[in-house]
Nanobody
Framework: VQLQASGGGLVQAGDSLTLSCAAS????????VGWFRQTPGKEREFVAA????????SYGKSVQGRFTISRDNAKNAAYLRMNSLKPEDTAVYYC???????????????????WGQGTLVTVSS
């Protein structure tokens, strides 16, 4: 599976932004998709994730209520809608996917075997 993230950019605090993640290859093997983010000198942080074939979702505490993950199976795509952006949301955002028969914990970074390149989101104050 190959993943391509897009949609990052420079926005102001309070603005909204939607990131997209296009999946290709053996997408039938995808069990869940997720978004993670990373800033220089810090570990990659869980943002949001959802199962590929049912509606279960999970969100990181810092984005709960502001970000929404969704998917379009017909397009093999996942999205991250980010509302009420804050300067502390500035990071490189990565989409990731994991295969069937991996741990079901959506927030477990190590369980994701497929990663896209990052897309930079910069939120100015």
């Amino acid at each position: 599976v190959q993943l391509q993230a897009s949609g990052g950019g420079l926005v102001q605090a309070g603005d909204s932004l939607t990131l997209s993640c296009a999946a290709s290859g053996r997408t039938s093997n995808i069990y869940a998709v997720g978004w993670f983010r990373q800033t220089p000198g810090k570990e990659r942080e869980f943002v949001a994730a959802m199962y590929w074939r049912n509606s279960g979702t999970s969100y990181g505490k810092s984005v709960q209520g502001r970000f929404t993950i969704s998917r379009d199976n017909a397009k093999n795509a996942a999205y991250l809608r980010m509302n009420s952006l804050k300067p502390e949301d500035t990071a490189v955002y990565y989409c990731a996917a994991k295969r069937i028969f991996t741990p079901s914990d959506l927030a477990q970074l190590a369980s994701y075997g497929w990663w896209g390149q990052g897309t930079l989101v910069t939120v100015s104050s």
